[in-house]
């Protein structure tokens, strides 16, 4: 069985940084891609960023150049660095790992103050 742990949400105002921190229970060379979800109220769940297992990267046009995705493989971690971030940004962020199974993270809950 896999877990993931998602950490780092918080309320934070317009225009600031928070970064999302996700723990995998085993080595992320296990997994094929991993990446950030999120889901506002109301809303489908949507794809954020992801990183695949050679590093490259995927985002999502309404983050791209304030979002940064990252993997630290000593750490089994991935990251999510959240720059510049709007109220529209306010969602809860998933933690996704994949390889033959989808593998999701409880969710963290990031708000962002106009």
């Known amino acids: 069985q896999v877990q993931l742990v998602e950490s780092g949400g918080g309320l934070v105002q317009a225009g600031g940084s928070l970064r999302l921190s996700c723990a995998a229970s085993?080595?992320?060379?296990?997994?094929?891609?991993m990446g950030w979800y999120r889901q506002a109220p109301g809303k489908q769940r949507e794809l954020v960023a992801t990183?695949?297992?050679?590093?490259?990267?995927n985002y999502a046009d309404s983050v791209k150049g304030r979002f940064t995705i990252s993997r630290d493989n000593a750490k089994n971690t991935v990251y999510l660095q959240m720059n510049s971030l709007e109220p529209e940004d306010t969602a809860v962020y998933y933690c996704?790992?994949?390889?033959?199974?989808?593998?999701w993270g409880q969710g963290t809950q990031v708000t962002v103050s106009s």
């Open positions: 996704r790992a994949s390889n033959t199974r989808v593998y």
């Open positions: 085993r080595s992320i060379f296990s997994f094929n891609t």
């Open positions: 990183i695949s297992g050679g590093g490259r990267t």
